[in-house]
């Protein structure tokens, strides 16, 4: 019976929460994957590949392409605006990467998918590492928004995000010993056949296998 709804978009964040909730919490959730006109839209088939591997039966993804005009401006999903290196960005509050309002849009989604589902939680894998660029992956948007979600009247539904305060090398530490297949992931922001190597999450996942002292099984072009 499902419990729960986690958000995967097929990365490494993600991914390892799905794992954690499976194995770690006994949950049994129910899965939703957005697609919004990103460049990296590989992603969702990751997202596939391992709610199959998990043997999870209900997985939505939903098509938000019509909601491409409202993230014209992010590198993420403009044709013109080229996703940035690591060095281009560094103590950037805001970076081109951000999309706006994501979060609170998926969110809100997951969360009207949960009241259908009758589940009690919604789970999205912010950490820490996001923090410093986007403010929708912070504790406070976190607290304020459950704030929000208790004026229901009838079905209570929260919000959590377990790893708000893990960096991204405790995500892979905690993933390797759930037995993670990080080769069924994919990070970059670029949706080439091999990774960049070169834009703000390959760094910090390139960085994560390094502390972790474990190869990569990812194809990267630099």
């Known amino acids: 019976m499902i419990d729960s709804v986690a958000i995967v978009s097929g990365g490494m964040d993600s991914v390892t929460l799905l794992h954690y909730l499976i194995k770690v919490e006994k949950r049994a959730p129910a899965i939703i994957t957005f697609g919004y006109g990103q460049k990296h839209d590989k992603e969702i088939e990751y997202a596939k590949a391992q709610a199959a591997l998990?043997?999870?039966?209900?997985?939505?993804v939903l098509d938000l392409a019509l909601l491409r005009p409202l993230f014209a401006n992010s590198a993420l999903v403009s044709l013109e605006t080229a996703v940035p290196d690591i060095m281009d960005v560094l103590g950037d509050p805001q970076p081109p990467t951000y999309v706006p309002n994501r979060n609170m849009i998926f969110l809100a989604l997951a969360v009207a998918y949960a009241e259908t589902q009758g589940a009690s939680d919604v789970f999205y894998g912010a950490q820490r590492h996001d923090?410093?660029?986007?403010w929708d992956t912070t504790p406070q948007f976190l607290e304020r928004l459950n704030q929000v979600y208790t004026l229901n009247r009838k079905t209570q539904v929260t919000i959590q995000a377990?790893?708000?305060q893990y960096s991204k090398t405790d995500i892979l530490r905690q993933g390797l010993e759930l037995d993670v297949d990080y080769g069924l992931t994919w990070s970059c922001y670029e949706g080439h056949e091999a990774?960049?190597?070169r834009c703000p999450t390959c760094a910090e996942r390139i960085k994560a296998f390094a502390e972790v002292g474990?190869?990569?099984?990812?194809?990267?072009?630099?």
Request: hydrophobic content about 35%.
């Open 54 to 60: 998990l043997g999870c039966q209900e997985h939505l």
């Open 131 to 134: 923090i410093y660029g986007y």
């Open 162 to 164: 377990p790893f708000i």
């Open 195 to 197: 990774a960049c190597g």
């Open 214 to 222: 474990t190869p990569d099984p990812l194809p990267y072009a630099a």
